[in-house]
């Protein structure tokens, strides 16, 4: 399940959002203010970002213009009551790939959102690899040795934080968020039972990669 940032103050507005996304098969992550999705981005890879403009520490395309700064490249749809067409035009070339004006219909933004997310950049995401192994986001499969296995999402979420991170240590929770994203209750255990199952997964492919668990501090990717 594809996992996407929302930046909007309007509280009500957001879950209407969020519930919609979500029974299309979309996890939304929502943040009211600049400062909660910086420090998200921070921690999260999120597929796609939704943003209002007028927020209460500033305009959401001050925060787009930022991320675009730093070759963040998910697409952007930006939902906002500024319908005036220069105002279209400063979201474009702010970095918006699509702009929706309030207020809309939540079938068309479900739509615009789901065919941003079927843009090449996010799922023809060109394949992760470290040492022996061979990640594929968009089959979300696991591949060594000429064997491959499938991945759960937040196995896919988990593995592919662990080979961003190149044999460094990433510590539990920057794990879970990759995994679940921020606000989602996950049971004590969950990280536990996922980084299990990929070292299973690791055996199945004959990985010399292992997954090694270093106790209060993280998780990391071996080879020998």
Sequence with gaps: MPRIALLEDDARLAGMIRRALLNS????DIFSRISEAK???GKVEYAALILDRGLPDGDGLDFL??????NAMMPCLVLTARDGVYDRIDGLESGADDYLTKPFVMSEMVARVRTLLRRPLVLETLTATFADLEICPRQRTLSCNGKSV???AAELQVLLALVQARGHTVSHTRLEHAAWGLGEAVTPNALEVTVHRLRKKL???????TLINFRG???ALRHP
Excluded: D, E, H, K
Aim: aromatic share 12%; proline share 4%; glycine share 8%.
């Design 39 to 41: 420090y998200a981005f």
């Design 25 to 28: 098969g979309i996890a939304t």
């Design 150 to 152: 499938p991945l759960a």
């Design 65 to 70: 213009r930022r991320l675009r700064s730093t």
């Design 203 to 209: 055996c199945a492919v004959n990985a010399a990669t």
């Design 217 to 219: 501090a993280g998780f």
